[in-house]
């Protein structure tokens, strides 16, 4: 790997997190309580306060260092010592959208990361933020560029955690958050009638050469077809990294055409995939990825582009050696490489069961990408990249899990990626043996062809039944028009179950005695985990 200092471009929504840790408490002299007093339980030296979303990205790569420094007992994580304060592994420009007062604050929080000063984050301080600008970190808000009649605010959330008996529960979330404006299409809050002299301000931030631009996609306005429009003609020859929330948003296929190294497709996104019946379901109860969702990635590669179908047309955008990474909220990840003919798979997963902190809701995805992207820009490949990424995501949230669980003792001193570093064992961290897409996928076709019921060919082939029951468990089903059948009746339950069981919904089967309506329903039911009557 390359010793040279990397100049990443960070776009996407940025916001602003407080960890709030608290538990009933009593006092005599406090008035207007409400129904419950809270204290919180957080000590002298911890913050409340991080970056989430693209900027935990920028906050991310602005902390990485070199190499570990030899006291740490894992040499895949250092943390910041004064000789490494002149020498980064990366100059972070990133563009979002906050209130134009708080420039200086967002500009501070950035900087904390690489100068690990977070004393103005302190739940016992209220003095005013007093920092100077970070060297290679640098900021552009796009609230600058809008007219002074569109007030663009600072998106941050509360997360309430309460510490109940010897346990701790997320309590509440409350979001602070201006909508961005509907414009033609799409939700955006930078305006497509916006003039040339207006842009420039952007442009001229954008005119220094760049290595990669990563985008981070919540869905809050911030990234839209006019931003990456003016970003890929600025920057034509970066290689670009997307995460969106959003499957297949319009704007990705503005990005310069060859230029599209990854694309992440975090959980949100793969719902949204689902809810659009893009992909009937992306995993089967034992967490491969089903025939559907492979045929769905695969005809994002391999096109044609010519095609009407918007996932083909991604087909032109891939850069040389590209990946797709699906990653779910339950910590498997899957990976696919654009190699031909056979195609790459990695699979993998973080197993946190067996772990005390183990934390539901913790960020997953956001820490991963920058973590997989560092190593690439670097020279690593996607292999050790990602077995580097899942080892410093498992450490990184088991560290973040003790502000919530350990809050009166934990400190604000994140762990560091250090990029040069080897990646050291990791427990909970399994990489499964990387296998050909192509073969994959056409075993699931042998299987599910309507004739096959499971049966596969060839060296490794003979009965897998389980690729037909990768919808139900028990259930074998190979047809088509029944699958599709299935997966809507489980997507209504879902919808129904989310929505608070509030809008009533129901479908009849009709089939003669004996056909397995009851078997069906049971397992129907399992799956949801529902009470069958």
Request: hydrophobic share 40%.
């Amino acid at each position: 790997m390359s010793r040279e200092s990397k100049r990443v471009v960070v776009v996407g929504d940025w916001l602003v997190d407080d960890h709030w840790v608290v538990a009933e408490a009593r006092s005599p002299t406090a008035s207007r309580v409400g129904k419950v007093l809270f204290r919180s339980l957080q000590g002298t030296v911890g913050s409340a306060t991080s970056l989430c979303g693209a900027g935990r990205t920028a906050s991310i790569l602005a902390g990485a260092t070199w190499e570990s420094p030899k006291e740490s007992a894992s040499p895949h994580i250092a943390k910041r010592s004064p000789k490494e304060r002149s020498d980064h592994p990366f100059q972070v420009a990133g563009i979002g959208t906050w209130h134009v007062r708080d420039q200086e604050y967002m500009q501070t929080l950035l900087a904390a990361y690489r100068e690990d000063d977070w004393k103005f984050t302190s739940v016992f301080q209220r003095s005013p933020h007093n920092s100077q600008p970070a060297d290679g970190l640098t900021l552009f808000n796009l609230a600058t560029l809008m007219s002074p009649q569109e007030v663009v605010g600072t998106t941050s959330t509360i997360r309430v955690y309460q510490r109940c008996e010897q346990d701790t529960q997320l309590r509440e979330r409350i979001d602070f958050e201006l909508r961005a404006p509907y414009r033609t299409g799409e939700t955006a809050w930078l305006p497509k009638d916006l003039k040339i002299s207006a842009k420039k301000p952007l442009i001229n931030f954008c005119s220094s050469p760049v290595d990669a631009v990563i985008v981070k996609d919540l869905g809050k306005g911030t990234v839209s077809t006019n931003l990456i429009q003016l970003l890929a003609k600025r920057l034509p020859s970066a290689p670009w990294f997307i995460s969106s929330k959003s499957w297949n948003p319009p704007w990705l296929q503005k990005v310069p055409k060859g230029q599209l190294r990854l694309l992440v497709i975090p959980e949100m996104a793969s719902r949204d995939a689902v809810r659009r019946e893009r992909v009937l379901a992306w995993t089967t109860p034992w967490g491969a990825l089903t025939r559907d969702a492979l045929h769905r990635l695969d005809m994002m590669f391999t096109g044609p582009p010519d095609e009407r179908n918007d996932e083909a047309k991604l087909s032109a955008f891939w850069a040389d050696d590209a990946a797709i990474l699906v990653s779910f909220d339950d910590l498997k990840v899957h990976l696919l490489l654009n190699k031909r003919p056979d195609g790459y798979l990695l699979s993998a997963r973080i197993d946190e069961s067996s772990r005390r902190e183990f934390t539901p809701g913790l960020p997953f995805s956001s820490v991963l990408q920058p973590a997989l992207v560092a190593s690439i820009l670097h020279g690593a490949n996607w292999h050790d990249a990602l077995e580097k990424a899942l080892r410093f995501t498992s450490l990184w949230r088991r560290k973040e899990a003790e502000r919530i669980y350990n809050p009166a003792d934990w400190d604000s001193r994140e762990y560091r990626l250090a990029v040069l570093s080897r990646a050291g064992p990791v427990e909970g961290v399994r990489l499964e043996k990387p296998r050909s897409s192509v073969k994959e996928l056409e075993d699931w076709t042998a299987a599910m062809n309507g004739d096959g019921r499971g049966i596969v060919a060839g060296d490794q082939g003979g009965i897998q039944l389980w690729r037909a029951t990768s919808d139900l468990e028990d259930y074998v089903c190979c047809a088509n028009q029944w699958r599709t059948a299935i997966h809507r009746i489980l997507r209504g339950i879902r919808e129904f179950l989310n929505s608070g069981a509030k809008y009533h919904s129901g479908c009849v089967l009709v089939a003669p005695p004996g056909s397995g309506k009851s078997f069906l329903i049971k397992c129907i039911a399992s799956r949801a985990n529902i009470r069958m009557l």
